[in-house]
């Protein structure tokens, strides 16, 4: 994802409290992608640390889905996840994939009817252990380095394990048309 400064505004208090899932190339190719969400008008707010909306909405458009290449994009400026794939891991939830100037970024999506909410996971979170158990190593800066989409699967999950239904929410879209 190119970062516009709005983008980055937007971005920055959850990139700068976590150690995100990254990769330098796409693991969610458009062969394993799924469709999470319908086609159509939606809203965009993000939440603080606390899980509280912040300052509503702060994007709205169109965001389509393209059949082939299975992205989810918006030819509305400013559309903080330009380009995303979503992987189904479970259910309702996915894994979320998105392009970042410095290689690829990897979250959790929540679908529901008429809406969706996002969490920027923090590979903080797992233990050494865990992470050596899924062959991901962790960077200088707090990165987790994901090699395989396989590995990409096993940490999310332990990921979500651990936090057993305590999900901080880092955003909303809301589909308004």
Do not use: K
């Not at 640390?49 to 509503?56: I, S």
């Not at 651990?162 to 955003?171: A, C, E, Q, Y």
């Amino acid at each position: 994802m190119i970062l516009r400064p709005l983008r980055l505004l937007l971005l920055a208090p959850a990139l700068l409290l976590s150690g995100c899932f990254t990769s330098d190339e796409e693991l969610i190719g458009a062969r394993q992608a799924h469709r999470a969400l319908p086609p159509g008008l939606y809203t965009h707010t993000p939440f603080d640390t606390e899980g509280v909306e912040w300052g509503g909405v702060t994007w709205q458009g169109r965001i389509d889905y393209a059949r082939f290449s299975r992205r989810y994009s918006s030819d509305v400026e400013n559309f903080p996840h330009q380009n995303a794939r979503m992987r189904r891991l479970s259910g309702d939830i996915y894994i979320a994939q998105w392009p970042r100037e410095d290689g690829v970024g990897y979250g959790v999506l929540f679908a529901y009817e008429g809406m969706a909410t996002y969490h920027q996971a923090d590979c903080h979170v797992l233990t050494g252990e865990q992470l050596i158990a899924a062959g991901v190593t962790r960077d200088p800066e707090g990165f987790c380095t994901i090699e395989t989409l396989d590995q990409l699967e096993q940490v999310i999950r332990t990921y979500l394990d651990i936090l057993d239904g305590d999900v901080r929410i880092d955003g909303i879209y809301r589909r308004v048309g």
